[in-house]
């Protein structure tokens, strides 16, 4: 079981930058993928950004494409999604997730941490 902890969330004006991170308590953080979730009020929670085990690959939601970056460093068993250019779409509980190698599912979850972004 990885647990998994956000940090960096906060309220911005659009058109501003945030950076989240993600720190993952684990020895063996290379061997999974990572990604970030939102969910919105209202709305199904959606996968933002995932980054495979050697970040080699990297998949964006359409919505994010070009403003926001994931990356990973495994020697600090990390994982941030830069954000540029805040909508006030992008408001949402944002969520860290950790994806076993061979697995389909996304089985270890972060608390959140909630980004408002306001016009």
């Not at 990973?72 to 994806?99: F, G, P």
């Amino acid at each position: 079981q990885v647990q998994l902890v956000e940090t960096g969330g906060g309220s911005v004006q659009a058109g501003g930058s945030l950076r989240l991170s993600c720190s993952a308590s684990t020895r063996t953080f290379s061997l999974y993928a990572m990604g970030w979730f939102r969910q919105a009020p209202g709305k199904e929670r959606e996968l933002v950004a995932a980054v495979d085990r050697s970040a080699h690959n990297r998949h964006y939601a359409d919505s994010v494409k070009g403003r926001f970056t994931i990356s990973r460093d495994n020697a600090k068993n990390t994982v941030a999604l830069r954000m540029n250019d805040l909508k006030v779409e992008d408001t949402a509980v944002y969520y860290c997730a950790a994806k076993p190698n061979g697995a389909t599912a996304w089985s270890n979850w972060g608390q959140g941490t909630q980004v408002t972004v306001s016009s």
